[in-house]
């Protein structure tokens, strides 16, 4: 079993993204929501990828609807990458809780990094 990480990718011009791989729950969620304070702090459009991750639990998804909050309060876009669809794990997670639009999640990084860069109009 593969161990859960959390990394900041700045390698995606003025987006940053945090990066979760592996399975995710309440034992990570303090160390990603410091990596998200951290992104916020930045001032920089903010993207969460989850394509690599296996399983995010509640915990986990109440620290993505806080910091969404967060980053559209300050003048930020955020947005989530979910993953491609065929990847059933978080991408079911985050259907069955309704949060895919709220978020926003979206299966391309690319894609996800576009919303985050648009603003928090886009977000």
Request: proline share 7%.
């Amino acid at each position: 079993m593969q161990s859960p990480t959390i990394a900041l990718d700045r390698s995606h011009g003025d987006a940053l993204v945090v990066v979760l791989v592996g399975e995710h729950d309440i034992h990570t969620a303090p160390e990603l929501r410091s990596a998200i304070a951290e992104a916020i702090a930045d001032r920089r459009p903010l993207a969460v990828d989850l394509s690599a991750a296996t399983f995010i639990d509640s915990s986990i998804l109440g620290v993505l609807i806080g910091a969404r909050k967060r980053a559209l309060e300050a003048g930020l876009g955020f947005a989530v990458c979910s993953g491609a669809p065929h990847d059933a794990g978080v991408t079911r997670i985050l259907e069955v809780t309704g949060l895919i639009p709220v978020l926003p999640a979206l299966p391309e990084l690319a894609a996800t990094i576009e919303v985050a860069a648009r603003g928090p109009e886009a977000s």
